[in-house]
């Protein structure tokens, strides 16, 4: 089984800066693009920010400058380093990844969409 472990949430101060990191772990033949997303309570899930296993990032325009992806390939790791928080960046962060996991004979599967459990991230003004 393939899992995704998060950590680094927290309660911040408006202008602080957190860093969260997720971690893919199990039987995992690749690991292809990897990122965050995150959603408050009654709205859409947003994209935050994507990178592949080639280091190609795309984010949403609006955190460009302040929201940083990188990615560890040998750790199986995305990070997303986040600084002058604001109020409004108050939601549970996701991270997602693309993964061919392994059969339980050792053999490639089909490449699928795994989530991990959510990161709260609260800005306090």
């Known amino acids: 089984q393939v899992q995704l472990e998060e950590s680094g949430g927290d309660l911040v101060q408006a202008g602080g800066s957190l860093r969260l990191s997720c971690t893919a772990s199990?039987?995992?033949?690749?690991?292809?693009?990897m990122g965050w997303y995150r959603q408050v309570p009654s709205k859409p899930s947003e994209l935050v920010a994507t990178?592949?296993?080639?280091?190609?990032?795309d984010s949403a325009d609006s955190l460009t400058g302040r929201f940083t992806i990188s990615r560890d390939n040998a750790k199986n790791t995305v990070y997303l380093q986040m600084n002058s928080l604001q109020p409004e960046d108050t939601a549970v962060y996701y991270c997602?990844?693309?993964?061919?996991?392994?059969?339980?004979?050792?053999?490639?599967?089909?490449?699928?969409?795994?989530w991990g459990l959510g990161n709260q991230v609260t800005v306090s003004s």
């Open positions: 997602n990844a693309r993964i061919r996991p392994l059969s339980s004979w050792g053999a490639p599967r089909p490449e699928s969409d795994y």
């Open positions: 199990g039987a995992i033949f690749s690991t292809n693009t």
């Open positions: 990178i592949t296993s080639g280091g190609r990032t």
